[in-house]
């Protein structure tokens, strides 16, 4: 199974394109940053431009975002949610899985605490898929994403 986890936002977007074999693998991680000077509009385009990019490049089956939170800041939701809506546009017309994660079930799942710290997630992350250097903290996010759905299909499915 291939994954493209997604960390989406209105001016940096996190990728992680994450294979499960014996273990999982990563295959590609990395930041869109979007044209600050560019509307919303225009960065959306580009954003889904980027993402089809990448399933053109990687074909995943499966495609996981995490869910945005609107209580904390209601305004900055609102363009989190725009951009999430451009990566299920692509997983509607691609015809891929898709699912969504609370931030707290990400780290639930990763550190055994739905409370913990970015960056005890972040060197979770690091230690369980092997990465030699830290990625940024956007494509930590989406590597995390990733890992978490890997992680809760294995518990569902064991093998």
Same mark, same amino acid.
């Given at each position: 199974?291939?994954? !493209?986890?997604?960390?989406?936002?209105?001016?940096?977007?996190?990728?992680?394109?994450?294979?499960?074999?014996?273990?999982?693998?990563? #295959?590609?991680?990395?930041?869109?940053? #979007?044209?600050?000077?560019?509307? !919303?509009?225009?960065?959306?385009?580009?954003?889904?431009?980027?993402? #089809? +990019? #990448?399933?053109?490049?990687?074909?995943?089956?499966? !495609?996981?975002?995490?869910?945005?939170?609107?209580?904390?800041?209601?305004?900055?939701a609102?363009?989190?949610g725009? /951009?999430?809506? $451009? $990566?299920?546009?692509?997983?509607?017309q691609k015809?891929l899985?898709?699912?969504?994660? +609370?931030?707290? =079930?990400?780290?639930? =799942?990763l =550190?055994?605490?739905?409370? /913990?710290?970015?960056?005890? $997630?972040?060197?979770? $992350?690091?230690?369980?898929?092997?990465?030699?250097?830290?990625?940024?903290?956007? /494509?930590t996010d /989406?590597?995390? !994403?990733?890992? =978490? +759905?890997?992680? %809760?299909?294995?518990?569902?499915?064991? %093998?």
């Open positions: 199974m291939r994954i !493209l986890g997604i960390d989406p936002g209105s001016r940096v977007t996190g990728y992680a394109v994450v294979e499960e074999e014996s273990n999982p693998r990563v #295959l590609s991680w990395g930041i869109l940053s #979007l044209k600050r000077q560019d509307s !919303l509009p225009e960065r959306l385009r580009t954003l889904y431009q980027e993402l #089809l +990019h #990448l399933w053109e490049e990687f074909r995943p089956a499966v !495609l996981v975002l995490e869910e945005v939170i609107p209580e904390r800041f209601p305004r900055a609102l363009a989190l725009q /951009a999430q809506g $451009v $990566v299920l546009l692509l997983a509607a015809g899985s898709w699912y969504l994660y +609370h931030p707290s =079930t990400v780290k639930q =799942t =550190t055994g605490n739905g409370r /913990a710290s970015k960056e005890q $997630v972040a060197y979770m $992350v690091k230690n369980m898929l092997n990465l030699e250097e830290d990625p940024p903290l956007d /494509a /989406a590597l995390a !994403l990733a890992l =978490t +759905h890997l992680l %809760r299909m294995r518990s569902c499915f064991p %093998r």
